[in-house]
């Protein structure tokens, strides 16, 4: 029931995920490079912290695990922790975040581990060089191979894509941080 509930949570979350928000429904502006990421993702957070998730946190750990950074959100069932991402950075944050959740798994601070991030579809409207599916997708055997060392974990990778696209949509503000500008 945990995993399950977790999966229930996350799916639940993504599906609010709209542009702009209150639409109801994800439309882009297709400007190439034109949109910013990390206000994709706030529909999503703010209904995981509904459902009781902690936000910008990390479970209680030995050193040396997940120590790069909180974790967009956490929930503990059963006694468990459960961990959740969604990308906003390049394809190597991409890789750090996946390699945190692993790590996590294989110390036994999580039991299970979400990541989300966009189809290359997406990306192109995306600023620089966001970490996508597509590029992540070789490197799958070898998180793969790692979690399935752990008896009772589970990680599990969603993709998101926009509904529509329409010139007239507002663009996604940009960060400030990185070349999230350029």
Not at 14 to 26: C, N
Not at 98 to 122: D, S
């Amino acid at each position: 029931m945990t995993w399950e509930q977790a999966c229930a949570d996350v799916e639940d979350a993504i599906s609010l995920v709209d542009w702009p928000h209150g639409a109801g429904t994800f439309t882009i502006n297709p400007t190439r490079k034109g949109n910013g990421v990390k206000p994709i993702k706030l529909p999503c957070v703010s209904r995981l912290e509904a459902l009781g998730w902690r936000v910008e946190t990390k479970p209680p750990l030995a050193s040396n695990v997940l120590t790069a950074g909180d974790l967009d959100a956490l929930v503990v069932r059963s006694g468990h922790y459960i961990a959740f991402e969604w990308e906003t950075g390049n394809i190597a944050s991409s890789h750090r975040a996946l390699n945190k959740l692993v790590l996590g798994l294989i110390h036994r601070a999580v039991i299970g581990c979400f990541l989300v991030v966009p189809t290359r579809a997406l990306y192109l409207y995306l600023t620089d060089r966001v970490g996508n599916m597509e590029e992540l997708s070789p490197y799958l055997p070898l998180w793969s191979a790692a979690a399935e060392r752990v008896e009772e974990a589970a990680l599990r990778i969603y993709t998101v894509e926009h509904d529509s696209v329409d010139e007239t949509a507002p663009l996604i503000p940009k960060g400030t941080d990185g070349r999230a500008l350029g």
